[in-house]
């Protein structure tokens, strides 16, 4: 595995808020957030090599309901459907790279404020 990521950004006015994901047939938004969780666990930016029926195992979920999920996702313009992979459109923006020292130093400066307001 490439650079995993135990977590990834789950913004509440994207799960909330946005109608391309809240208005998903029950079960496409779960498959969209597991797509999320394979690009963070594997490392990747943005893409996931392999067919419906490739990632549906990976899913533990059928080949066909893989199919219709993936054409529901990419109508509602959250994902890309290419030959060779599937390509989550969003990701860059909702999971930007931000360096170790950048998230210490905001997490110092949020810790400062804090105490400064207590």
Request: aromatic share 10%.
């Amino acid at each position: 595995m490439k650079n995993e990521r135990p977590w990834f950004k789950a913004y509440t006015h994207f799960l909330l808020d946005d109608p391309r994901l809240g208005l998903l047939p029950e079960g496409y938004g779960l498959v969209y957030l597991q797509l999320y969780a394979l690009c963070a666990r594997d490392g990747v930016r943005d893409s996931l090599y392999g067919t419906a029926a490739d990632l549906g195992w990976r899913l533990h979920r059928q080949t066909d309901f893989m199919v219709s999920c993936f054409a529901i996702l990419e109508k509602n313009r959250l994902i890309a459907v290419l030959e060779d992979r599937i390509r989550i459109l969003d990701w860059t923006d909702q999971q930007p790279l931000i360096s170790l020292s950048a998230r210490r130093r905001d997490e110092r400066a949020r810790k400062s404020s804090s105490d400064s307001a207590a």
